[in-house]
């Protein structure tokens, strides 16, 4: 008999990012099929036709496409994107350029990529063609998508391409793609991992706002940081690892699709899977007993994915096609960063690992697992709280950033160092961690008074909070931006170097290995930029029910929410009603989860208030949370609290 895995996989495998601290609270992201835009559109093709490919490497999952042309009009929305990426049968009407969004997952986060088109033809859309529409127009894309915009023209938008060809001339040279690509109107196959594809797969790009709207690209097989504003120069330049041109990436997708194909049921999956697993496989689901060896992890994962009573998903789920992360190409086996997201029978989303990776053995990509021997993730997180009184009025609003470094706690490990670049590529610190006293699973933040960060690992003033203290929350204001913009013009990973004293001195060998490099998920906008962040807005109505909202003890009933977005879109997932501010995830306050599709701008919660619960009254305190996570991956938390009382100046209610 298969032995049960539900003990040994942490509700993390599960949730990707985990927010805690900041009065976050714990939540599973589920994402669905769908869009911002619901209606449908019931053109077809024809010589005033559009169509085009939606892709950020691998085609983006459950995409739907929205059209607006030069005044702003709605052409189409709702428009479906194939499994292969592909979408057509757009008949144009108004007069161009056209404005397109295309929204979908990418992974299990997500997120919106934009294009432009000036008339009928082929107009592919991915981050590439984001890139392009900002710089054209020194706007942020999401902003392009209401009332008239006439910027984007043709000899914008070609000059906008020369800039971004200019500084992927190696990436492009190293895909075979020609030096005067077209990114929008040039061929793309989704999921191929060759020409414009690999191109995709071979850089990471993000927009954002910091002086202005920016780009920036990182290379995923070489090294560099590409940071772009419209109409000044380049800042860094991307390198392309000298081992890229040997190695193939076209086998991934063969592998996701076998992987796939083995999960149909418990006796394909322990007959296939241990086939297509790396001899060097490993999976620890940060638990100090990782199970070693291709064969050892399919039964974990055989195990874990028919443990359908407790945390697995049950047989007849399947792999979505990946997208790829960082590549590490020196050594005589290639190994690449993977997203490892599971389609499930309900057709929602669920990212099962962190920091999972592929290995070329010989000519064929195999699943390997933990790209790390220690589980170290690197998470952003996001917070906004809004508190109404007893009027409906919106009377105070609280924003919090923070990062949170996991760091798991081998055997050994007595002290980690986690810095990033700079713009110049040099070391910055962001903390040290230290073990504490006990059987912690991760390690802790070296603190002095009033938690503030240290910087000497030595300080007689040090001292650790507690076991599960992993979360550096940063200064409002000016004083958290250094970090954050670190991470825009040095790159989106840190360093975590391990020591096996307090003392940060003797360094801790890991697979020959004391220096690890591992990806941010996200990064939180600088502090003057926060207040533009895509925020929800709830309605009227939903305010007026959060106000007037009574539940007895030992009873049920439903609280329906709704909300809009002033700008932008963000993938929002899951929401929780709480009856006391002290509301973690065993509390008798929390009456209320519920996960839904990242589409949804709309949501009924069940609610449930225990006998020995808080009776809910219409004066009483009341919270409702929405949770999400950006395109990037950062965690994003938004609390909307109401307040018959005083609220004070720091936003608590009395």
């Given at each position: ?14 949730a ?13 992201g589920?994402g669905?099929?769908g ?17 085009g490919?939606?892709?950020?490497g ?9 059209v ?13 994107v194939?499994s ?20 979908g997952?990418a992974?299990?986060?997500y997120r ?16 590439l063609t984001?890139?392009?529409?900002l ?27 020369t800039?971004l060809?200019t500084?992927?001339?190696?990436i492009l ?9 077209d ?20 850089v990471g790009?993000t ?7 920016f ?5 995923r097989?070489?090294?560099g940081?590409?940071?772009?504003e419209?109409?000044s ?5 991307l ?7 040997s190695?193939?990436?076209?086998g ?11 999960m ?7 007959a ?27 039964t ?9 009573a ?7 789920v399947?792999?979505v ?23 499930m ?5 669920k ?14 990509w195999?699943f ?23 009027t409906?009025?919106l ?6 950033r ?8 081998v055997?050994g ?9 700079d ?11 230290k073990?504490y ?12 008074a ?5 910087t ?17 929350q ?13 991470f825009?013009r ?5 360093k975590v ?33 926060i ?29 329906n929410?709704?909300?809009?977005f ?9 929401a929780a009603?709480c ?5 973690g ?7 209320g ?6 589409a949804?701008?709309?949501v ?11 009776a809910?009254?219409?004066?009483g ?27 004070d ?6």
């Amino acid at each position: 008999m298969a032995k049960s895995v539900s003990k040994q996989v942490p509700q993390r495998w599960l949730a990707g990012v985990s927010l805690v601290g900041l009065g976050f609270l714990a939540a599973c992201g589920g994402g669905g099929s769908g869009s911002p835009s619901s209606s449908t559109s019931g053109s077809h093709s024809s010589s005033s036709g559009l169509s085009g490919t939606v892709a950020v490497g691998a085609p983006m999952a459950d995409a739907v496409v929205r059209v607006l042309d030069s005044a702003g009009n709605v052409v189409a929305s709702g428009v479906q994107v194939n499994s292969s990426g592909a979408f057509s049968g757009v008949t144009l009407t108004g007069t161009g350029p056209y404005r397109i969004e295309a929204c979908g997952h990418a992974g299990d986060n997500y997120r919106c990529v934009y294009s432009v088109a000036q008339g009928a033809g082929v107009a592919n859309v991915t981050p590439l063609t984001t890139a392009a529409v900002l710089l054209a127009t020194g706007d942020s894309p999401e902003d392009l998508m209401s009332g008239p915009g006439t910027s984007l023209d043709a000899t914008s938008m070609a000059a906008a391409q020369t800039t971004l060809r200019t500084g992927l001339a190696a990436i492009l040279a190293d895909a075979g793609v020609p030096s005067n690509f077209d990114f929008i109107s040039g061929d793309l196959s989704a999921g191929t991992r060759t020409g414009y594809d690999r191109v995709l797969d071979s850089v990471g790009v993000t927009t954002g706002e910091a002086n202005a709207p920016f780009v920036q690209i990182t290379p995923r097989l070489g090294t560099g940081n590409l940071y772009l504003e419209s109409g000044s120069a380049p800042q860094g330049a991307l390198t392309v690892d000298s081992h890229a041109a040997s190695v193939s990436l076209t086998g991934i997708e063969t592998l996701f699709q076998n992987m796939s194909q083995a999960m149909v049921s418990d006796s394909a999956c322990r007959a296939n899977l241990p086939g297509l697993l790396a001899s060097t496989a490993s999976m620890s689901f940060d638990d100090p007993n990782a199970s070693q060896g291709a064969a050892n992890v399919a039964t974990l994962m055989c195990d874990f994915i028919g443990d359908s009573a407790h945390e697995g998903p049950g047989f007849g789920v399947s792999f979505v096609s990946p997208t790829l992360g960082r590549c590490d190409l020196s050594g005589t086996n290639p190994i690449c960063r993977v997203s490892f997201v599971l389609k499930m029978p309900d057709s929602s989303l669920k990212a099962i690992g962190e920091e999972m990776a592929v290995v070329r053995e010989g000519q064929t990509w195999k699943f390997k697992g933990d790209v790390n021997p220690i589980g170290i993730h690197a998470n952003a997180a996001l917070q906004r709280t809004q508190t109404f009184d007893s009027t409906g009025a919106l009377a105070f609003t609280e924003h919090s950033r923070a990062f949170q470094f996991d760091i798991q706690a081998v055997t050994g490990l007595q002290c980690a160092k986690v810095t990033q670049k700079d713009s110049n590529g040099a070391d910055v610190l962001l903390a040290y961690y230290k073990r504490y006293s006990g059987s912690p699973q991760r390690l802790s933040v070296w603190r002095g008074a009033f938690g503030a960060l240290l910087t000497d690992p030595n300080d007689v003033s040090g001292q650790l909070r507690g076991s599960d203290d992993s979360q550096i929350q940063l200064p409002s204001g000016t004083a958290g931006d250094a970090a954050i913009t670190n991470f825009y013009r040095g790159g989106r990973t840190v360093k975590v170097a391990l020591y096996s004293n307090a003392n940060c001195t003797g360094d801790l060998l890991l697979d020959g290995r004391s220096e690890f490099e591992v990806d941010m998920m996200g990064v939180p906008p600088l502090s003057d930029r926060i207040e533009g962040f895509p925020w929800p807005t709830l309605t009227a109505g939903t305010v007026n029910s959060l106000r007037s909202l009574t539940l007895a003890t030992d009873a049920s009933g439903t609280f329906n929410a709704s909300w809009t977005f002033a700008r932008g879109y963000t993938g929002l997932d899951s929401a929780a009603f709480c009856s006391d501010r002290q509301c973690g995830g065993q509390s008798n306050s929390r009456i209320g989860d519920v996960d839904f599709s990242a589409a949804a701008q709309s949501v009924s919660v069940p609610l449930n208030n225990p006998g020995n619960g808080i009776a809910v009254i219409a004066s009483g305190f009341k919270m409702l949370a929405l949770y999400g996570r950006t395109g990037e991956g950062m965690g994003v938390q938004n609390n909307f609290i109401y307040c018959s009382g005083t609220i004070d100046s720091f936003g608590q209610c009395h």
